[in-house]
């Protein structure tokens, strides 16, 4: 066989590398965040992790701040963190923050996201308890407010997440609704839990609603058929499965991810899953 010119080479490379993103949905790097797999990370074993990750097809991992979460205060040192994972071809622009440290401790945990990289920095829950007042609520939101502006003046996009508070009714509404018109869409941007599905929080509903107030998901499917496993309780209907086996519209999904924003997604869940989930996304066509 003639070997390949040059040119051929590249059209060659330029051909896969456009089937590889459309393979991928809205051709951004399939991400996972490393909560799940935070064992191994305690157990001083990032390195296998990041291994482990990459190996599956995982191109990216949001983290959690080590300031904020006690199984990975090991990974204090940013620098450190950000030459395992560039070593295993990873990179990493997204974290969680603990709401008490970003109260407490801002600078330290912007400092810590600068070294790895990171310019995507989340609080899981704004955490003001799970039947708040209209009062509570505002108080929240304007501290968030407030938070976001300064690591806004860093140069990083401040985010929520939406868990326990933030599923929440307040005065006939759910407090998720009542915070994007509270938050200031310019500080605070939104990552959605798939995961909510089971409480009744549709993605590409509330993407549709609130076009580029999103710039993040966390993905998990759910089977709203299933049991709840034995001893669950409060988190809605269904179990957890892995992507395309469960009841989320992923067509509907990503469609209006478009519209709501989302520049990154990370499937939150066990190794397994997250295999499985991994490699249904790259199978995906949207």
């Known amino acids: 066989m003639a070997a390949l010119s040059r040119r051929e080479l590249m059209t060659v490379f330029v051909a896969a590398t456009v089937a590889r993103l459309r393979a991928n949905p809205l051709g951004l790097p399939i991400g996972s965040q490393t909560w799940p797999h935070r064992q191994m990370i305690k157990d001083g074993n990032f390195a296998g992790l990041a291994k482990a990750l990459a190996d599956i097809g995982v191109e990216s991992v949001e983290m959690c701040s080590p300031i904020g979460y006690n199984d990975f205060a090991m990974l204090s040192d940013g620098k450190q963190v950000r030459r395992i994972l560039a070593d295993h071809g990873l990179t990493c622009v997204s974290s969680h923050f603990s709401m008490k440290e970003l109260r407490e401790k801002q600078s330290a945990s912007i400092a810590w996201a600068k070294d790895v990289g990171i310019t995507q920095m989340i609080t899981a829950s704004l955490g003001a308890g ?157």
């Open 130 to 286: 799970n039947a708040p007042t209209m009062d509570d609520v505002k108080r929240a939101a304007d501290e968030y407010n407030a938070i976001a502006a300064v690591a806004a003046g860093a140069g990083i996009q401040q985010g929520l997440h939406n868990e326990g508070f933030e599923v929440s009714m307040v005065d006939g509404r759910r407090t998720y609704d009542v915070l994007m018109g509270l938050l200031d869409p310019r500080l605070v941007k939104f990552q959605f839990q798939m995961s909510t599905i089971s409480q009744g929080f549709v993605a590409h509903e509330y993407f549709t609603k609130y076009p580029g107030r999103f710039y993040s998901m966390h993905i998990q499917d759910i089977d709203l058929n299933a049991p709840l496993p034995a001893g669950a309780r409060g988190q809605g209907r269904g179990t957890q499965v892995a992507v395309g086996k469960g009841s989320i519209d992923w067509v509907k999904t990503f469609t209006a991810a478009k519209t709501g924003g989302v520049r990154n997604y990370f499937v939150e869940q066990m190794m397994e899953l997250t295999k499985e989930s991994v490699a249904a996304l790259k199978a995906m066509k949207v």
